[in-house]
């Protein structure tokens, strides 16, 4: 007999028993002769009437284990009508009889409200215990950091987990201390857990303040390292509504945890409304952020998407990832470099793409400084050109430059590469109808070549974990961060726009290391921070803003428009001539000459040794 079945006769039980009570209420337990006939006659009435309502309004559905204030909302509505259809039928079928009484028609269906939400809460009651009780009593003791919406929810989940046992939960202040949440008792605020966590013996703790500022999830990890409890936190609450995962999919807190951003929020019908049906293309589409590029533009259903790379085993990866995740997506991968100006032509003149994102850069700060400062020139000036005049010879409506920080006050070779390709942009921007936008933006987590990975290899192969500097600080966002402001920047452009990206508070590397080396569950005697000296071409402090340049708001709040020094009539003409010449050029040239067409470009440590120290490259940028 199925489960339904048997909840239906359940309730058709109920009706007859409710029934009965109802009379013996009224009477007081002794029910009239002269009433007994109109019960009798009205019994099965009320039985095929009501019985009939009840399946009607789909009580039968839900799961029995699940049943919660939806299932009670809909026993009411249909309570609630066969309360107003009963008494007019049994008017009609008992009219030879005495009348059924009054307060009857008022009883039944409070006493069937109550059986049948009473049965369904007991049934759940005496499921979970049964399912869950044996598999939490397994499970691992844990500490709830967080008493909100999202803990509500989190607790719910792991109830049904054989991994975890909630012994208690701990919230921002001790106001809520001694309340309970699904039987889980507040234990004090986050500043208890080293107490509580020592007379629980609990070794974890799950951080369940998804909505909260970055600066309070940043504190109540360190609160977690400190007391020697391993850090555990919940999905973002976008991604639980969103059905990605569930609230209960919990993972090990990592350094976008410890740098802590608020997320950010773009306005998808704004980037939708230029990407959605256009032919849109990505140069570097192999690397950290043209890929990224690639991924979000694939959210918002361009016609074709041109994915331009010189790496084949990084176009060849992108390949394999688009057929498995966006197998709907016009991919078109193909194998180029930017200064090649015949291949460019090729490929713009026959895809007329609407928009371009010109992510191709070489980026490494020490590996461009000397023997390689003159292909950082061609690669990042040079081949920004080459791509920016193809542009505009077709026609292209849109290019949006990906820029870098450390274009900003350059002191190194590929920030004056970099800040050189601007101004490429900046030039060509008032030639023909291509709109032209530059996005500046700092050090993204997990890019090729940034500290993070770097740390990490250290403290896996037990350190010791070098930095360049104490006092060196950088900017860090995540790579999917980066890549949607990209898209949101190139939707608001008008042409010739520097747009800045905001990079939240600078970060000390220092105390990155210390942190990620706490993460491990290691200490600072176990694994040394080793000071190697600033790099070639390095800063202790990265800018966003030129100093002769100033800044507007723009409707996003993580973006501002930057007011960039001109480019004179006649500038372009002149770099050409030194960008095409054949012959090799060596470090010191290469500087002298970016001074004298970067204005802000101020080269330092321009006699450090560059060969040597490549190979033992410490973690800084």
Request: glycine share 8%; net charge positive.
């Amino acid at each position: 007999m199925s489960r339904s079945l048997l909840v239906f006769l359940s309730d058709l039980f109920g009706v007859a028993l409710t029934w009965w009570l109802a009379y013996l209420i009224r009477f007081n337990t002794d029910i009239p002769a002269a009433f007994i006939p109109a019960f009798g006659v009205a019994l099965p009435i009320v039985l095929l009437l009501q019985g009939a309502l009840l399946r009607a309004f789909g009580l039968y559905r839900g799961i029995w284990v699940f049943a919660s204030l939806p299932d009670l909302l809909r026993i009411l509505r249909a309570v609630g009508v066969a309360t107003l259809v009963t008494p007019l039928v049994l008017v009609v079928a008992v009219r030879y009889h005495p009348t059924v009484p009054r307060l009857i028609y008022i009883l039944q269906p409070l006493l069937l409200v109550m059986y049948m939400g009473g049965t369904r809460a007991l049934y759940r009651t005496w499921k979970e215990f049964r399912l869950y009780g044996a598999l939490r009593a397994q499970g691992q003791p844990v500490i709830v950091m967080g008493a909100g919406e999202a803990a509500v929810g989190l607790i719910r989940e792991l109830s049904r987990s054989s991994e975890w046992r909630v012994v208690g939960l701990l919230d921002k202040t001790r106001e809520s201390e001694g309340r309970e949440i699904y039987g889980c008792k507040v234990l004090g605020a986050f500043a208890d857990l080293a107490r509580v966590a020592t007379e629980h013996r609990v070794g974890h703790a799950i951080i369940a303040l998804p909505q909260e500022r970055h600066e309070l999830r940043r504190s109540v990890t360190s609160i977690c390292v400190r007391a020697g409890v391993k850090a555990l936190t919940v999905p973002a609450i976008e991604d639980v509504m969103l059905g990605r995962v569930n609230v209960g999919d919990v993972r090990q807190v990592d350094v976008e945890d410890l740098l802590g951003r608020d997320p950010v929020r773009i306005n998808a019908a704004e980037v939708k409304e230029y990407l959605r049906g256009k032919t849109v293309m990505v140069t570097g589409a192999g690397g950290s952020i043209g890929s990224e590029l690639c991924r979000q533009i694939a959210r918002f259903e361009p016609s074709v998407l041109i994915c331009f790379e010189l790496s084949e085993f990084a176009l060849y990866r992108l390949c394999e990832e688009f057929q498995a995740y966006f197998p709907n997506v016009q991919l078109v991968p193909l194998a180029g470099d930017v200064k090649d100006a015949v291949r460019v032509d090729e490929v713009l003149g026959r895809y007329r793409p609407h928009v371009i994102f010109h992510a191709a850069a070489y980026k490494h700060v020490p590996l461009m400084e000397d023997a390689n400062a003159w292909q950082a020139v061609r690669n990042n000036a040079l081949g920004t050109w080459q791509v920016a005049r193809s542009a505009v010879a077709f026609g292209i409506p849109r290019f949006v430059l990906v820029s870098t920080d450390k274009a900003v006050n350059p002191v190194n070779v590929m920030g004056a590469t970099k800040r050189l390709a601007e101004q490429v942009c900046q030039a060509l921007a008032t030639h023909g109808r291509t709109q032209f936008e530059i996005v500046r933006f700092g050090n993204v987590l997990g890019s090729a070549g940034s500290v993070i990975p770097k740390f990490q290899e250290q403290i896996a192969a037990g350190g010791p974990v070098t930095v360049t500097h104490p006092e060196i600080t950088r900017y860090f966002m995540s790579i999917p961060e980066a890549a949607q402001l990209v898209l949101q920047a190139g939707s608001m452009g008008k042409g010739g726009e520097i747009f800045v990206l905001d990079m939240g508070e600078p970060v000390k590397i220092a105390e990155l290391a210390e942190d990620m080396i706490r993460l491990s569950g290691r200490s600072g005697e176990e694994i040394r921070i080793v000071f190697t000296g600033l790099r070639p071409g390095e800063k202790l402090y990265e800018e966003v803003l030129a100093d002769a340049e100033e800044t507007r708001a723009t409707h996003h709040p993580k973006l501002r428009i930057a007011r960039a020094l001109p480019v004179e009539d006649g500038w372009l003409d002149a770099l050409l001539l030194w960008l095409r010449q054949r012959r090799p050029v060596d470090g010191p040239e290469v500087r002298r000459e970016l001074r004298r067409w970067v204005p802000e470009y101020t080269p330092a440590n321009i006699t450090a040794p560059h060969l040597r120290p490549i190979a033992k490259a410490s973690a800084g940028n």
